[in-house]
């Protein structure tokens, strides 16, 4: 529905993209997505359900093939394209980094998320 996934190569846009017949949100909220920089850090490609978009500038907005709404290219492409992740093994792609903290997916514990049981 959202096209969203979570792992290393991954990072949250702000992002109001539903799937067609769903009526998207107004106010862009975070979704996760795999992303890859250009050599030169001058554009972000950011794929959703296996499709490619290209940030070229920044705070852009990206419309997807099949999905109503958009995601928001980061303020500072050149920046983003610089940013070093520094969580406890990536959140062993069961949450996000945030302020070098790792915040678990529903179902997911410990500081980098990897147990399925209650720390």
Request: glycine residues 10%; charged residues 15%.
């Amino acid at each position: 529905m959202l096209g969203t996934k979570f792992g290393i190569s991954s990072r949250c846009f702000p992002s109001t993209i539903l799937k067609l017949g769903y009526q998207p949100e107004t106010i862009p909220k975070g979704n996760c997505y795999q992303f890859q920089c250009a050599a030169e850090g001058r554009e972000v490609y950011v794929l959703v359900a296996g499709q490619k978009v290209v940030c070229q500038q920044n705070s852009q907005k990206l419309s997807v093939k099949g999905y109503s709404g958009y995601i928001v290219c980061p303020d500072n492409i050149f920046k983003f394209c610089r940013y070093k992740r520094f969580c406890p093994n990536f959140c062993s792609a069961n949450g996000v980094c945030i302020n070098n903290r790792c915040i678990c997916l529903k179902g997911f514990y410990g500081p980098d998320c990897y147990s399925n049981k209650p720390v």
